[in-house]
């Protein structure tokens, strides 16, 4: 929940108002962006950790300076082997958790 004005107001509604239902092209269009820029905060704090230069980081998965920059700067959602090996580059892992459910 996020106030506006005084007025408690449903982040999901708002976020429906402002890029459209769940299903709809803009949404998908903001989600798209939203885990861009997500992706890029997470691979831009763990380079910056691991005291790596993007010209490292590109040599070392044989790509360029600016690709990395761009993935960075949130333009540029990598593919999912990309991510990986970015991820691996770095010394770090993914790992994928399957949720409990409340039976």
């Known amino acids: 929940m996020n106030t506006k004005d ?13 890029f459209g239902k769940e299903g709809t092209t803009e949404r998908a269009t903001f989600d798209d962006d939203a885990y861009a820029f997500y992706s890029s905060q ?13 010209s490292e980081l590109a040599k070392k998965i044989n790509t360029t300076k600016s690709y990395i920059s761009r993935i960075e700067n949130g333009t540029v959602n990598p593919s999912a082997g990309m991510f990986y090996r ?10 994928i958790v399957k949720p409990i459910l409340n039976v």
């Open 42 to 54: 997470i691979l831009l704090k763990a380079r910056k950790e691991a005291k790596i230069t993007q």
């Open 86 to 95: 970015i991820i691996n580059a770095l010394g770090m892992r993914v790992e």
């Open 6 to 18: 005084n007025m408690i107001t449903d982040i999901s509604a708002e976020l429906d108002n402002e």
